[in-house]
């Protein structure tokens, strides 16, 4: 009698233990976005707008318009003011690291603290000291991009979107085979009327630099193949932050802050309109590094105090809802490459690559 009752018992458990861990390695995540957004710093993402430098008279034109749009008593209230997708939904829904007055810090690992070897770090899991510029030089490293590009179901599924024209160097498009628009591309030839209609405003469009674009034309070429191609990893980088504060203009830094938030909401409202990506596809946001503070936020450099600081969001499939990080934890810039890659189930061999911040 006793073994009969106990069998299904432990049949029971057994059957329980099989469901809960069905796979050792299950996908989370069926498609990943990957978002940078340039030298954006973490006292803006955390704080909102920085009264100092809002009572500049050197950084900040516009002041009264500035004060109506992003100024709050409140830090809480300032930030959802600068960027309210992210602390709306992604905080509430997602996840945030670096806030470093609760104790979360997210740190390059690289001695340069700009962007090629930022980049460098984000997209192949490991800095590499031997990247010293941001010179047009094919990364003779293998992005994370590459990597999964070349695994089944992924082949001629990746896609990159950036505004500045470095990255089909750092992705190295040459080799990789990974499409890389950039800097002034167009859609060539356009497959779609809106496509047409893109290369048309923005050849017709001044630009205030000669080496990025403005990201809003970044922005609407991956939205329209995210809707035309279903790639199931596309990688968008924006980078008016950087530019803006390089030319110490704090009123377009901090507009194209609250523009590339209100961007990261388009793109994930579609996402979440698309039968293809809805609930099945995680969002990653991060910087290539951080800047200086006080009459130093212009600048990022090695010897710029704290422009090593950056700052991770995520949303979506296969990401826990912890909201802003309050735990005393450090995490790198080189652990986004293997968590990109954990969340669509896959081990890259790429070397020396960080590990996943989710433990996939
Ligand atoms: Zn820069």
């Known amino acids: 009698m006793i073994l009969i009752l106990l069998e299904p018992l432990l ?73 309210p997708f992210l602390w709306e939904t992604i905080a509430q829904e997602g996840v945030i690291y670096g806030n470093r007055a609760l104790g979360s810090r997210v740190n390059v690992s690289n001695q ?40 089944p179901g992924f082949s001629g599924r990746v896609a990159a979107f950036a505004s500045w024209d470095v990255f089909p160097f750092i992705i190295n498009e040459a080799r990789s085979g990974i499409p890389v628009n950039a800097g002034f591309d167009t859609a060539t030839p356009p497959k779609s009327e809106r496509e047409a209609w893109l290369n048309t405003l923005q050849q017709q469009t ?18 329209e193949h995210l809707r035309r191609e279903k790639p199931r990893l596309i990688y968008i980088a924006y980078g008016e932050t950087d530019d ?31 039968s293809v990506y809805r609930d099945k596809t995680a969002l990653i946001i991060v910087t290539d590094h951080g800047r200086g503070a006080g009459g130093q936020w212009t600048d990022h450099e090695i010897g710029i105090d704290g422009a090593d600081a950056i700052w991770i969001a995520m949303l979506g499939a296969g990401v826990p809802a912890l909201g802003e990080v309050s735990a005393d934890q450090q995490l790198w810039q080189n652990q986004i490459a293997a968590t990109v890659a954990g969340l669509l189930g896959v081990t890259p061999d790429l070397p020396r690559m960080g590990p996943s911040i989710l433990g996939n």
């Open 244 to 274: 803006f504060a390089h030319h110490a203009e704090y009123h377009q830094y901090l507009d194209a802050a609250h523009r590339t938030d209100g961007f990261i909401r388009d793109l994930w409202l579609q996402v979440q309109a698309d």
């Open 112 to 151: 340069q603290w700009f962007s090629y070897p930022g980049y460098n770090e984000i997209l192949t899991g490991a800095a590499d000291h031997a990247i010293v510029s941001n010179a047009k030089i094919p990364n003779p490293n293998t992005t994370v991009l590459e990597w999964i590009n070349n695994q």
């Open 11 to 83: 049949l029971t458990s057994k059957g329980l233990a099989e469901m809960s861990d069905p796979d050792p390695k299950p996908a989370a995540a069926s498609h990943v976005i990957l978002v940078t957004i340039d030298g954006l710093r973490w006292q803006e993402v955390f704080s909102g707008v920085d009264p100092l430098l809002l009572a500049h008279n050197s950084y900040s034109q516009q002041r009264v318009r500035l004060e109506d749009a992003y100024w709050r008593e409140d830090p809480s209230a300032r930030r959802h003011a600068l960027m």
């Open 206 to 223: 001044p630009s205030p630099w000669s080496s990025v674009r403005l990201d809003v034309f970044t922005h609407h070429y991956a939205l």
